[in-house]
Each structure stands twice: as structure tokens, then as C-alpha cells.
């Protein structure tokens, strides 16, 4: 198996650390998501996304991450991180790992990407290269559409510095007085309100390109830079500098001191919006020294904030070609399959509407019979998860739906469902987790919603975030009560169900399903229980159960026997849990990490991780699921549920890991790591020093995608 492409970083290790920078290890993460815009295997359209994808992972990033650093900075907080570096040292790091990424981004699109577009029919212009109808096209519209919806804000003794708002798109306007010969300022913001591309009518497409163009059109900012006469009449418009600012976006809710935490939220959320200190300025390369220097000294910032580009800002907004009808530019639409077992149920006779699942078979006949998994994106969302909680909300002989929401749609099915399960008269609770980054304004309004349908309605515990994925439905079969549970890696989320890949179980198991009673008696009323029959619980048991696993594993190496263990999540931090599966690869103990994400571990180093194999796995799907093995001395333990191995996850958080017995299902779950790990199409092999090699299949080797292996293998199960 080839090794040829090579993520190359700032990173270097020299032996003195066992860990790597956190920040560090995510922007490595970013960077084989560039590359994957980069990547010549890379469909035109797939590769706009992702480096849309890569632009607004570093505005979260800068948003939440660099300003929690530059908080630290700014509270003269000089202790060091797990990883050595002291915060002003991080920063410093930051800046010298990105700025080369960001110059690549932007010269790989402007070289690259947009001469691609405009072979394959679509024209992002200039406005300097357009004929004179196109121009007079674009004055009507700017007349028409955009002029009415801006504000110039001068600056002067009389107009103050005009607040910028988070990740605006700003042109900074240097005008002339003709009368008083005075220079002045101005801040013309690019409103968001307009398509920030815009396209021109096929009647305007030049005869050149008629035969050879699905699309044509400008960047709005040109527009209304080449129009800004008509903004500031009577003055000379000297020359304008694109800029653009991101602010931290983390919300301070003091849950100690909040009455209603709902309310304390929605304060600070009001203060997102406008945001808080400014955290980064991304500037245009030839902005003259004075114009940089004041936005500078106007927003706090220092060189290490500021982001010379060249180009394009804002290149997150590419994510909007993604909408042309080309699919001959894009990755081949999948459509998820149902699974066997759910097909041969039989369907409403019309849609998996409300009112249809009255009359399909039953699901909870096929969940007593059999544990069932499901591997979404592969398996349909709608007709298994999202089945199975319609239908207990239309089933009589339900009486109770519980469960955790952590994330779901604007316009999810699955609220809907469980307001129409109180309307039919079941007890139905619903954690909303409030604090979910993001996605708290929508959580509140979810919230809201259902309560006033007469759900019962918590926002978690105190201190802690509810991360854990989980549905329990309690049904009346006879003179017994029987509970059904599903437990997920992923968000209830129909939407996010198609891009991500994650797995649930469906089962009827009496142990499990009294554990997850319990464990919503824990979120919902008082309970300091410490303990559960199999069910491992955050920040309860949880890293004491995993630490105990993986030093299982190495008891048994040193018993003379074998030691093997495989872990799949999105992100490895914890310090404690680094430092164990070092002790394990130095007495024997064979490991194999699948970790999207970041991984502050460092493996293959002589010494101290010699059997430490880490790869990452970035493509069409983003890999969201989490599975662990233990080989146990021969009596295997799988185990899944919905934490990360990072401090947050296990301690400041609520998620729910659970065993797996039934021997199909874990026959599954060791197929989906092997077929990761033996993935040579979008695998990465971590390296020492945090960079990271892009597999490539050796001459004569089979091309081995795990997604596709995966996608091939349900459409030979399934039925779309």
C-alpha cells in the first residue's frame, strides 16, 4: 500500500512531549480537508464544497477555539496546556501553522478551481472583464436590488468606528471631500440578505461562451464596489479594501446563578449576534498600510490576527454552487437503503406519513425477535429511526416516549412525531440540551414547541452538557410493560442522517432498557445513582470502565497472551486515556486508532508507541460514528455510543456507551473497522510528528474505499 501524498505541517517533534497541541492536531484535520478539495480524484463541484467546508471550519475554529486562547492571553494566563505550549505560544503557532494553508486555499482556487468552473460552462467573472451589456445589466440591478439595502457608515469626529459585525464581508471606503481636499473613511457592509453571487441571464452570455456555459455571473462585493459613486454623491471615491471579521461566538452562561436557564441562554444569544471581541481580520493583500493599521487599532487586533488574502474573502460561500444542476460535477447521488429486516415489515400504503403508520406492520414484533443495527448514511433515516418513533407515537399500546435531543432539523419529523405522541395522549419527556454550540437558538424554539403541546420538557443537568443519543418507548404487550430503546453515535437529525455516518441499535434487551430508565431518571428528576447493570455512563463510569479495558489488555499480554484493541471516534484528547494506551503499546498491547479528527496522541514512536497505528478517514461522508474493541483474551467486547475519548466527553458531559452481544450485529461492527483500516482511497497514516500520509493504492492494487465498499454492500442487502 502507497504512501504519496503527504499533508505537510509546522509540527515538530523532537521527544520532549508525548503529546500533541490540540489546536494544532484540528488544523492538521482541516488540512486533509483541503486537500481534498485539492485532490485531482475530486469531483469539480465536491471540491468547491470542500473548500467551502475548510472556510467555515476555520470560522468556528477562530470563533470558539482561538478566542478561548486569546481570552486566556488576554487574563494573563501563562500556565502551560497538556501539550507544553503556554497560550501566547498556541496563538503563536496557530498563525504559523494556518497563514501557508490559507495562502494554498485561496491560490489553489484562483489557479485551479475557477479556471476548472470555466471550462466546464461555469463563469465566475470579474467585473472588469465584462462587456458593456453585462455592466449595464448589473447598474439596473444594483439600482434596483442592492443599492436600496446598503448603509455607507462614515467615520469621523461626528460618526464613531461603526461596530463590524461577525464574519461580515466589509468594503473599507477611502473618499475625498473635493471642497475641503480632506480624506475620509467609510465602511460599506456586503449585506447577506442579497446572493452573494450573482448571475447574469442567458441573453448576456457572449456568443463565445453560449455553447460552452450553465452558468455566468460576478461576486456582489465587485458589484457594489464598482458602483459606489452612487453611495458617497459629490465626493471622490480614492480606492476600497475588502475585510473581514470573526468574533468569539462561545456563549458564558452562569448555570449556577441563571433562574431559568432558558432565559440566560436567549440573553446570550442576543449577544452572539452581535458577537464578542474580535478574534481574527481577513484582509485584502493590497490594503495600504494606514487603511490595515486602523482597522487594526479599531478592533484590537495585532499582526498575529490579521490574514493577508489573495482573492476571494470568504470563501465559504462557494458551498452555493453545490445547488447547479450538474450532477455530472458531483459525487454520484446516494440514496440510503432500507434494511431487509424493516422491507419485508411492508409499508404504509402511501408515505411514512403520521397518519399512514397506523396501518404498517409491526416494528416492535421484529425488535423482540432481534437486536437490530443500523448504519446511516448507508440505511435509510426515514425508515428506521425515524419509523420507529413515528410509529410508537401512533401505536396504542404505547403509553411513554422519552428521549434526548441534542440536535435535530429546522423542520424535523421527528418533533413533529412526539408532539403528535402527546397530542394521542402518551407521556412523552424530552431533554432538549439548550447548550448544544450553535444550535441553541433552534433547540429553544424546539423547546418551546413541544412544551406547549404538553411534552415535558428539561434542559439538563447543571454543569453538564446531555450529549448522549437515546429514544426509550414504553409499551403495554399483555399484563407486561416491555421497553424499547434506541441508542445512536449521531443526532436525531434527518438532514445530517444522509451526510453523516453513524450507527443505532434497536433493541428490546430488559438490562439495557432498565438501565436507560434509570439513566432518564438521572437527567429528568433527582438521582445520584452511581452504578448500572450494563450501561456505561458519562462522567459517572464511563473512563474508569475504558481505562480498565485497555489495561485488561495489557494483563493479558503480560499473562503470556494476546493483546488487541480498536477504537473509532471523531476526536482522541484525554491526557489519562494517552497515556494507558501508551503503557499498553509498550507491553504488547497491538492498537489500531480511526480518528477523524483530532488526535493529540502521538504514534510510532520508538519507545513509547511502537504499536500505535492512527488513521483518518475524510470523504464523501463525514465519519461520525464511534465504536471500541477489545479482543479480551478471546471473549471480545464491542462497545457503542456517542463519546469521544476528550475530557469534555467524559467528564463534562452525559453520553451513554453500551455493549454489544448479539453475534450478527458484532460481526458488523468488526467489519466496519476492518474495512476502515483497510481503506486506501481516503485513509491518512498519522505520523510522529502530527502530519499525516494520504494512502494511495501501490501498482496493480485495488483501489479500497471504505464508503463505497460500504454503500456497494447495503444496495446488495437492501432495496433503495
Not at 141 to 165: K, N, R
Not at 211 to 220: A, E, I, R, T
Not at 269 to 279: C, E, I, P, Q
Amino acid at each position: 500500500m502507497a504512501t504519496v501524498a503527504h499533508a505537510h505541517s509546522t509540527l515538530d517533534f523532537t521527544g520532549g512531549n508525548a503529546l500533541i497541541s490540540r489546536e494544532l492536531s484540528w488544523l492538521e484535520f482541516n488540512r486533509r480537508v483541503l486537500h481534498e478539495a485539492l485532490d485531482d480524484r475530486t469531483p469539480l463541484l465536491e471540491a468547491l464544497k470542500f473548500l467551502a467546508i475548510f472556510s467555515t471550519n476555520l470560522d468556528e475554529f477562530f470563533m470558539v477555539r482561538v478566542a478561548a486562547i486569546k481570552q486566556q492571553i488576554e487574563a494573563q494566563v501563562n500556565g502551560r496546556s497538556p501539550d507544553g505550549l503556554t497560550p501566547v505560544e498556541q496563538l503563536q503557532a496557530i498563525c504559523t501553522t494556518l497563514r501557508p494553508m490559507v495562502a494554498k486555499q485561496h491560490r489553489s482556487f484562483a489557479q485551479g478551481l475557477r479556471p476548472q468552473m470555466a471550462r466546464q460552462g461555469l463563469h465566475l467573472l470579474n467585473y472588469r472583464n465584462l462587456s458593456q451589456g453585462q455592466r449595464h445589466y448589473l447598474r439596473d440591478y444594483f439600482e434596483e436590488q442592492i443599492f436600496p439595502v446598503l448603509t455607507p457608515l462614515a467615520v469621523d469626529p461626528g460618526h464613531p468606528f461603526p461596530y463590524i459585525s461577525n464574519l461580515s464581508l466589509n468594503l473599507a471606503v477611502v473618499v475625498e471631500d473635493p471642497q475641503t481636499q480632506i480624506t475620509h473613511f467609510a465602511r460599506v457592509k456586503v449585506p447577506r440578505v442579497l446572493p452573494r453571487f450573482i448571475s447574469l441571464p442567458e441573453s448576456l452570455w457572449s456568443a463565445r461562451r453560449r455553447q460552452s456555459c450553465d452558468w455566468l455571473g460576478v461576486p456582489l462585493e465587485q458589484v457594489i464596489a464598482h458602483h459606489l459613486e452612487a453611495l458617497f454623491p459629490g465626493m471622490v471615491v480614492h480606492n476600497h479594501y475588502l475585510f473581514r471579521i470573526t468574533r468569539n461566538a462561545d456563549l458564558a452562561v452562569e448555570e449556577d446563578e441563571a433562574d431559568d436557564l432558558m432565559l440566560a441562554i436567549e440573553q446570550e444569544l442576543r449577544k452572539r449576534r452581535l458577537g464578542g471581541s474580535a478574534v481574527r481580520m481577513e484582509i485584502q493583500r493590497t490594503t495600504p498600510a494606514p487603511v490595515r493599521l486602523m482597522l487594526m487599532q479599531e478592533m484590537g487586533l495585532s499582526e498575529v490576527d490579521v490574514y493577508p488574502i489573495e482573492g476571494l474573502l470568504g470563501l465559504g460561500d462557494l458551498m452555493t454552487f453545490m445547488g447547479l444542476p450538474r450532477p455530472d460535477l458531483k459525487a454520484p447521488t446516494w440514496t440510503p437503503t432500507v434494511p431487509p429486516a424493516i422491507e419485508n415489515l411492508g409499508r404504509p400504503k402511501v408515505d411514512e406519513a403520521d397518519e399512514d403508520l397506523e396501518d404498517a406492520e409491526d416494528l416492535f414484533a421484529l425488535v423482540r425477535r432481534q437486536d437490530q443495527l443500523f448504519h446511516h448514511p448507508y440505511h435509510s433515516f426515514a425508515a428506521t429511526v425515524q419509523r420507529f418513533i413515528t410509529q410508537a407515537a401512533h401505536d396504542p399500546h404505547v403509553l411513554a416516549i422519552k428521549m434526548t435531543l441534542y440536535r435535530t432539523s429546522g423542520d424535523s419529523p421527528i418533533v413533529k412525531s412526539l408532539i403528535s405522541a402527546a397530542e394521542n395522549g402518551k407521556q412523552v419527556a424530552v431533554l432538549v440540551e439548550l447548550k448544544a454550540r450553535f444550535d441553541e437558538e433552534n433547540n429553544i424554539n424546539w423547546a418551546r414547541k413541544l412544551e406547549q403541546s404538553g411534552v415535558h420538557v428539561v434542559y439538563g443537568l447543571m454543569g453538564l452538557k446531555t450529549h448522549t443519543k437515546i429514544v426509550l418507548v414504553v409499551r403495554r404487550e399483555g399484563e407486561h410493560m416491555r421497553r424499547y430503546f434506541h441508542l445512536g453515535t449521531g443526532n436525531y437529525n434527518p438532514k445530517t442522517a444522509r451526510t453523516y455516518t453513524d450507527l443505532g441499535l434497536l433493541s428490546a434487551r430488559a438490562d439495557l432498557g432498565a438501565d436507560i430508565s434509570e439513566l432518564f431518571n438521572y437527567l429528568t428528576g433527582y438521582s445520584r445513582q452511581q452504578q448500572y447493570r450494563q450501561l456505561l455512563v458519562a462522567p459517572l463510569n464511563l473512563r474508569q470502565r475504558l481505562l480498565d479495558l485497555i489495561r485488561n489488555e495489557i494483563r493479558q499480554v503480560r499473562q503470556g497472551g494476546a493483546g488487541r484493541l480498536i477504537a473509532k471516534m471523531n476526536s482522541l484528547v484525554d491526557p489519562e486515556i494517552i497515556s494507558v494506551l501508551y503503557q499498553a503499546s509498550q507491553a504488547g498491547v497491538s492498537i489500531d486508532l480511526i480518528v477523524r479528527g483530532i488526535c493529540c496522541l502521538r504514534p510510532g514512536v520508538a519507545g513509547l508507541s511502537d504499536n500505535i497505528r492512527v488513521v483518518s478517514i475524510i470523504g464523501q461522508f463525514l465519519e461520525h460514528s464511534r465504536i471500541f474493541y477489545f479482543y479480551n483474551g478471546g471473549e471480545e467486547i464491542f462497545l457503542l455510543g456517542s463519546a469521544d475519548w476528550m475530557p469534555r466527553n467524559l467528564d463534562r458531559r452525559v453520553e451513554a456507551v453500551l455493549p454489544i452481544d448479539d453475534p450478527a450485529i458484532r460481526s458488523e461492527l468488526k467489519l466496519i473497522l476492518d474495512l476502515s483500516l483497510k481503506d486506501n482511497r481516503q485513509a491518512w497514516d498519522m505520523q510522529a510528528d502530527g502530519t499525516y500520509l494520504q494512502r494511495r493504492p501501490q501498482a496493480g492494487e485495488p483501489e479500497l474505499s471504505s464508503q463505497a465498499l460500504l454503500m456497494e454492500r447495503a444496495i446488495q442487502a437492501g432495496h433503495p
